[in-house]
């Protein structure tokens, strides 16, 4: 019923009622209860490097601005005009002094605060208190690594505790070069008419769906032979990821200049310690709610899967560098991306196809009296510790393919839905 979207997901996240990927009230209710609550990704500090830059995003459906202040800081707002609400900022990103709104023309500075009213003495009677309106900004704001994170809730955990146990993960994936990662080639933006689940479950460890959705990639080399090989981990927090023996996560086949740095890369890890190398390039995974990733030995993609209504996203799609490589080498990273995981690559074309008709088949009536099963795995799973003989936290599937990441990102959905 819709009073009870969290008795969608099974204890232990072993089946979720399909309803939770079509029914509005469950959607309404993830609005408030996760993309209102949790830390949700904004863009890469990368994108706002003087002051004056901003971008435009959005943390659930509502529409945000994100600002670097003239002294420095970022800052995160509603992107709507607090008098009759139109959005202020228009353009993906820029630099500008002030936010001014198109409709009577109220001018917020880069801090949210209303700095000019037209007519304030003619038609307001010099009467109206600009100093008390300002732009509504997020409880917080943090980065990790460039990634730029806010919150809705004031009494979110930090956005380190949030992150929690994934931390050691993301350091291995962006905390690799002291030079840091910037984001280049701009933000590529397109919609998928499917759930926002549906991908973030996939990008969080489905290793099963490679050698039938995948199976045409291979042929064309654009990635390796599907593996057995790897290691699928998650924890607390919904968070997880899973990767390939070696990196081959889409293609060593492919071999460019970008591929003999990540190799160089893994050398200089072996010599400190020959486990933790093989965590690089980390793989493919999903940061809980909407932030995926895939760093792979071509390319490092972020993206973002943004709600739209319970049967469409918009994705923005980040592609990420190494600062300290040259621009060849940039640039060979950047085209790999494009090829198959751009807008219009191999991979993101198998993919999109595949969750949008998942969406179509299952929207009527009868089909959502019914369920989706994840319980392979189930009783097979063991701390990354005890298995790997690496210290890193959390519980991986004995197998490689599995669907414990799934379960989990389901029982934070099922936790989160609760409250
Ligand atoms: Fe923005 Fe009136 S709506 S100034
Ligand atoms: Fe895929």
Request: charged share 25%; hydrophobic share 35%.
């Given at each position: 019923?819709?009073?009870?979207p969290a008795?969608l997901v099974?204890?232990?996240?072993?089946?979720?009622?399909?309803?939770?990927?079509?029914d509005e009230?469950?959607?309404r209710?993830?609005l408030?209860?996760?993309?209102?609550?949790?830390?949700?990704?904004l863009?890469?500090?990368?994108?706002?490097?003087?002051?004056?830059?901003?971008?435009?995003t959005r943390?659930?459906?509502?529409?945000?601005?994100?600002?670097?202040?003239?002294?420095?800081?970022?800052r995160?707002?509603l992107?709507?005009?607090?008098h009759?609400?139109?959005k202020?900022c228009?353009a993906?990103q820029?630099?500008s002094?002030?936010?001014?709104?198109p409709?009577h023309?109220?001018?917020?500075?880069l801090d949210?605060?209303?700095?000019?009213?037209?007519?304030?003495?003619t038609?307001?009677?010099?009467?109206?208190?600009r100093?008390?309106?300002?732009?509504?900004?997020?409880?917080?704001?943090d980065?990790?690594?460039?990634?730029i994170?806010?919150?809705?809730?004031?009494?979110?955990?930090?956005?380190a505790e949030?992150?929690?146990?994934f931390l050691p993960?993301?350091d291995?994936?962006?905390g690799?070069?002291e030079?840091?990662?910037?984001?280049?080639?701009?933000?590529?933006?397109?919609?998928i008419e499917?759930?926002?689940?549906?991908p973030?479950?996939?990008?969080s460890?489905?290793?099963y769906?490679?050698?039938?959705?995948?199976?045409?990639s291979?042929e064309?080399?654009?990635?390796?032979?599907?593996?057995e090989y790897?290691?699928t981990i998650?924890v607390e927090?919904?968070?997880?990821?899973?990767?390939?023996?070696?990196?081959?996560q889409q293609?060593t086949?492919?071999?460019?200049?970008?591929?003999?740095?990540?190799?160089r890369?893994q050398?200089?890890?072996?010599?400190r310690?020959?486990?933790?190398a093989?965590?690089?390039?980390l793989g493919?995974?999903?940061?809980?709610?909407n932030l995926s990733?895939?760093?792979?030995?071509?390319?490092?993609?972020?993206r973002?899967?943004?709600?739209r209504?319970?049967?469409?996203i918009?994705?923005?799609?980040w592609?990420?560098?190494?600062?300290?490589?040259s621009?060849e080498?940039?640039?060979?990273?950047m085209?790999q991306?494009?090829?198959?995981?751009?807008?219009?690559?191999?991979?993101?074309?198998?993919?999109?196809?595949?969750?949008?008709?998942?969406?179509?088949?299952t929207?009527?009536?009868?089909a959502?009296?019914h369920?989706?099963?994840?319980?392979m795995?189930?009783?097979?799973?063991?701390?990354?510790k005890?298995h790997?003989g690496?210290d890193?936290?959390?519980?991986?599937?004995?197998?490689?393919i599995?669907?414990g990441?799934?379960r989990s990102f389901?029982?934070?959905w099922?936790q989160?839905?609760?409250?």
């Amino acid at each position: 019923s819709q009073a009870e979207p969290a008795s969608l997901v099974r204890e232990g996240g072993v089946e979720v009622g399909i309803k939770a990927f079509h029914d509005e009230g469950v959607y309404r209710e993830e609005l408030e209860k996760i993309f209102a609550k949790c830390w949700l990704f904004l863009g890469h500090e990368t994108q706002l490097r003087r002051p004056g830059d901003y971008l435009s995003t959005r943390m659930g459906e509502d529409e945000v601005v994100v600002t670097r202040t003239k002294d420095g800081r970022l800052r995160a707002f509603l992107n709507s005009c607090r008098h009759r609400g139109p959005k202020l900022c228009r353009a993906d990103q820029g630099n500008s002094q002030a936010l001014r709104c198109p409709y009577h023309g109220w001018t917020y500075d880069l801090d949210g605060n209303l700095v000019g009213v037209p007519r304030l003495r003619t038609a307001y009677h010099g009467e109206f208190d600009r100093s008390a309106v300002k732009l509504i900004e997020v409880a917080r704001l943090d980065t990790v690594h460039g990634l730029i994170f806010a919150t809705w809730d004031p009494d979110a955990p930090t956005l380190a505790e949030y992150l929690g146990d994934f931390l050691p993960y993301l350091d291995l994936m962006l905390g690799r070069s002291e030079a840091g990662f910037e984001a280049v080639g701009g933000v590529h933006k397109w919609t998928i008419e499917t759930n926002w689940k549906i991908p973030a479950e996939n990008f969080s460890g489905d290793q099963y769906h490679l050698s039938s959705t995948h199976a045409s990639s291979v042929e064309v080399g654009l990635r390796n032979r599907v593996t057995e090989y790897g290691h699928t981990i998650h924890v607390e927090g919904g968070h997880g990821f899973t990767r390939e023996k070696g990196g081959a996560q889409q293609g060593t086949a492919a071999v460019t200049a970008y591929t003999e740095h990540v190799r160089r890369v893994q050398d200089g890890l072996r010599d400190r310690s020959p486990e933790l190398a093989e965590f690089v390039p980390l793989g493919v995974g999903s940061i809980f709610p909407n932030l995926s990733f895939m760093d792979g030995m071509r390319f490092l993609t972020l993206r973002q899967w943004q709600p739209r209504g319970p049967h469409r996203i918009d994705v923005n799609s980040w592609c990420l560098v190494d600062s300290a490589l040259s621009d060849e080498l940039k640039d060979a990273a950047m085209r790999q991306y494009v090829l198959s995981f751009g807008p219009s690559g191999m991979f993101e074309q198998d993919d999109g196809e595949i969750w949008t008709s998942i969406s179509e088949a299952t929207r009527g009536v009868v089909a959502q009296r019914h369920s989706f099963d994840y319980t392979m795995g189930v009783g097979h799973e063991v701390a990354v510790k005890d298995h790997t003989g690496v210290d890193l936290p959390g519980v991986m599937g004995e197998a490689f393919i599995t669907e414990g990441n799934q379960r989990s990102f389901y029982r934070r959905w099922r936790q989160l839905m609760e409250k």
